[in-house]
């Protein structure tokens, strides 16, 4: 398993941008993908974006496509998600997980982080 500490959420105005960093342990990161979901009050968490364990392929929800760019650094062992052009609606608790997949839906079958929080005012 590894473990995940996700970092650079905060408050910010609509239009603005945002880092999340997610710092991985253990010796196995580079060989899972990686993906980062979000859960909003009262709502169910959702897939926001999915890189592959070489960084080669990149996967985004669509209401994120050109605005958000995941990426990772292996040998940081660490995933990053940009968020430029934030919305209201992207207000949430954002997750890092390790070992995603696309199961129909995208899920995580690794680890999760604790999340960091997002709040975009307008």
């Known amino acids: 398993q590894v473990g995940l500490v996700e970092s650079g959420g905060g408050l910010v105005q609509a239009g603005g941008s945002l880092r999340l960093s997610c710092a991985a342990s253990g010796r196995t990161f580079s060989t899972y993908a990686m993906g980062w979901f979000r859960q909003a009050p009262g709502k169910e968490r959702e897939f926001v974006a999915a890189i592959s364990w070489s960084g080669g392929n990149t996967y985004y929800r669509d209401s994120v496509k050109g605005r958000f760019t995941i990426s990772r650094d292996n040998a940081k062992n660490t995933v990053y998600l940009q968020m430029n052009s934030l919305k209201p609606e992207d207000t949430a608790v954002y997750y890092c997980?390790?070992?995603?997949?696309?199961?129909?839906?995208?899920?995580?079958?690794?680890?999760w982080g604790q999340g960091t929080q997002v709040t975009v005012s307008s």
């Open positions: 997980a390790s070992d995603v997949r696309s199961m129909g839906s995208w899920s995580a079958l690794g680890s």
